[in-house]
């Protein structure tokens, strides 16, 4: 088999992007690689990445299941996706470990990407896949989306951040235990929600059996709270017996 066949083979199998590792996995050498590039028959996507010369341009989702690892779809980007926004997003929202700012920065020369940057043990939470334009790539789920939208509360505009929690609030397949859960882990139960006005704390917005003190709650915690169905409250006021939550929401 020629080297160009062994090329066409190479992006039959693994798509319109190889990396240089492909191309040595079947059987050529580095020299053939760059060859073949200064031949023009490979053209170079970044650093160890390659397209066939003659096909068009890679789509971005493609690049990014190749290019962006780590890397998980969130925040603007994950409410497109769930049709909690009707706002496409001119770049892609992507959740990266902090230590992956040079990853960022490379792929940003081929893809418009806005990175979120995490510290590792909250980085897999809440991580799922999803099939963007017939490309797989990780998202994060519906409950961690929402928990982003607090987290990142000052970055988001208001009508986007509202319509956001209205339709989570519709959502039948939302999942509110995993909701409080997530809040917890991320610590965004304990932040007051200051851009609307003062709000109560996602503490007491999870357990709305914990609604019998006063509070004016901003119309987002109204919404999410209003959604827990009877089984969830049974089940959040059975987490109110335990003396250190009921401390923690006075």
């Not at 989570?168 to 304990?190: C, P």
Request: aromatic content about 10%; some cysteine; glycine content about 6%.
């Amino acid at each position: 088999m020629g080297k160009h066949d062994i090329v066409n083979e190479v992006f039959h199998t693994v798509g319109e992007v190889a990396k240089k590792s492909d191309f040595i996995s079947a059987g050529l050498k580095d020299q053939d690689v760059y060859s073949l590039f200064k031949q023009g028959y490979i053209e170079r996507v970044r650093k160890g990445y390659y397209k066939l010369a003659a096909s068009d341009e890679p789509k971005e989702e493609l690049l990014l299941s190749k290019l962006m690892i780590p890397g998980i779809v969130c925040v603007e980007s994950a409410l497109f996706y769930y049709g909690y926004s009707d706002f496409a997003p001119r770049e892609w929202t992507i959740t990266v470990p902090r230590s992956y700012s040079r990853t960022v920065k490379a792929i940003q020369e081929k893809v418009p990407v806005k990175a979120y940057y995490v510290q590792n043990d909250m980085y897999h939470l809440g991580e799922a896949t999803g099939t963007f334009n017939g490309v797989t790539l990780p998202v994060y789920d519906r409950e961690r989306t929402i928990c982003d939208c607090f987290k990142y509360r000052t970055k988001l505009d208001n009508e986007i951040f509202n319509k956001a929690i209205n339709a989570y609030v519709a959502d039948e397949k939302k999942n509110l235990a995993n909701l409080s859960k997530y809040a917890k882990e991320m610590g965004v139960y304990k932040k007051n929600d200051e851009c609307n006005g003062g709000a109560t704390e996602w503490l007491i917005l999870l357990h709305p059996c914990s609604h019998g003190s006063k509070i004016k709650l901003p119309k987002a915690a109204e919404a999410i709270s209003s959604a827990c169905n009877s089984s969830a409250r049974r089940n959040s006021c059975a987490d109110w017996k335990n003396p250190n939550m009921r401390k923690t929401s006075s």
